[in-house]
């Protein structure tokens, strides 16, 4: 069993993303300046390429700078960033290594429980599990700072976090669903087959002691692959567009282009980069002298988007 309908949320939404995402970068290159095309195709051959994978592992994904200044903000965003990645990453080495075949598509190693219920029995399948279970409880311990911060700010540090716009709110819901939607389906299938470890196998054993797991678990997978799709298809549309744009701005910058005194390819991709987050209604005055928090930066470019 290879193949679940379940499933075409996630393709649909991944692909859409990929395409749009491919097409989005085409067109801003085009439209850089004949100089900037150059600074760009040089920094991808040279020392820039290097200087921004490292600022992209460091600030990207372990959000190092906000770590050193606010280590439990910090720590929400690195579990994740940083944590989703590793997921992804060890989630396709496992559909590689313990699947049926070698090369599966993307479906394959993120619906891995799914399609391969029975995984874990052996000593190796079972410390890799473990390691699975590991990251995913490392993400959700960010995902639950990420909920409280949502009523509470002042928990992560904060003492504004930004407004956000209905469809935000939209993508954000999606986002809060994929991590604990997993959870459920991985244990649920775990428990209906003894498999699982500590986090997947425990919650799967309890779950299974008083529910038809197997069954259970079928309306998870596709609340999962449905979280997932809905998300990758809004993205372009909110500001978790900053996520891919981020990647674009580094390279673009460490390859010496500058936003210079027109408005441009350069400027665009910095105002998509800006992920809402809201540090920058605490660092300002007119915030903590005057009380007025609804002109920051993040509404300046919320409004220009
Ligand atoms: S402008 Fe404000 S909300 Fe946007 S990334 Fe910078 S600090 Fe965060």
């Known amino acids: 069993m290879q193949f679940d309908p379940f499933v075409l949320p996630f393709d649909i939404g991944l692909y859409f993303i990929l395409l749009f995402v491919v097409a989005r970068s085409v067109i801003w290159f085009r439209q850089l300046s004949r100089p900037d095309k150059l600074r760009l195709q040089r920094g991808f051959f040279g020392k820039a390429f290097g200087q921004s994978l490292k600022e992209i592992f460091l600030e990207s994904l372990i959000h190092r700078k906000i770590l050193k200044k606010n280590p439990r903000l910090g720590y929400m965003h690195m579990s994740l960033a940083f944590g989703w990645f590793l997921l992804i990453l060890f989630g396709t080495i496992e559909a590689d290594i313990f699947g049926e075949s070698h090369l599966n598509p993307p479906s394959r190693a993120i619906f891995f429980r799914f399609f391969n219920p029975d995984h874990g029995r052996t000593l190796f399948e079972s410390a890799?599990?473990?390691?699975?279970?590991?990251?995913?409880?490392?993400?959700?311990?960010?995902?639950?700072?990420?909920?409280?911060?949502?009523?509470?700010?002042?928990?992560?540090?904060?003492?504004?976090?930004?407004?956000?716009?209905?469809?935000?709110?939209?993508?954000?819901?999606?986002?809060?669903?994929?991590?604990?939607?997993?959870?459920?389906?991985?244990?649920?299938?775990?428990?209906?087959?003894?498999?699982?470890?500590?986090?997947?196998?425990?919650?799967?054993?309890?779950?299974?002691?008083?529910?038809?797991?197997?069954?259970?678990?079928?309306?998870?997978?596709?609340?999962?692959?449905?979280?997932?799709?809905?998300?990758?298809?809004?993205?372009?549309?909110?500001?978790?567009?900053?996520?891919?744009?981020?990647?674009?701005?580094?390279?673009?910058?460490?390859?010496?282009?500058?936003?210079?005194?027109?408005?441009?390819?350069?400027?665009?991709?910095?105002?998509?980069?800006?992920?809402?987050?809201?540090?920058?209604?605490?660092?300002?005055?007119?915030?903590?002298?005057?009380?007025?928090?609804?002109?920051?930066?993040?509404?300046?470019?919320?409004?220009?988007?």
């Open 128 to 305: 890799y599990a473990f390691l699975m279970d590991l990251i995913l409880a490392f993400i959700l311990s960010g995902l639950v700072l990420a909920i409280i911060k949502r009523f509470s700010s002042r928990v992560v540090g904060m003492k504004k976090t930004t407004r956000l716009r209905m469809l935000d709110r939209v993508a954000l819901t999606a986002l809060w669903l994929i991590f604990p939607s997993r959870l459920i389906a991985e244990s649920l299938t775990s428990g209906a087959y003894g498999t699982g470890s500590f986090l997947t196998g425990s919650l799967g054993s309890v779950l299974a002691s008083f529910l038809p797991a197997k069954e259970a678990a079928y309306p998870f997978w596709w609340l999962y692959s449905l979280s997932l799709g809905t998300f990758f298809v809004l993205l372009p549309l909110t500001r978790y567009m900053h996520i891919p744009t981020e990647l674009f701005l580094i390279f673009m910058r460490n390859s010496g282009i500058k936003t210079g005194d027109r408005a441009g390819t350069f400027s665009e991709v910095e105002v998509h980069s800006c992920s809402s987050c809201g540090m920058c209604i605490d660092q300002c005055q007119l915030n903590f002298s005057a009380g007025i928090n609804t002109i920051q930066a993040t509404y300046l470019m919320k409004a220009v988007r």
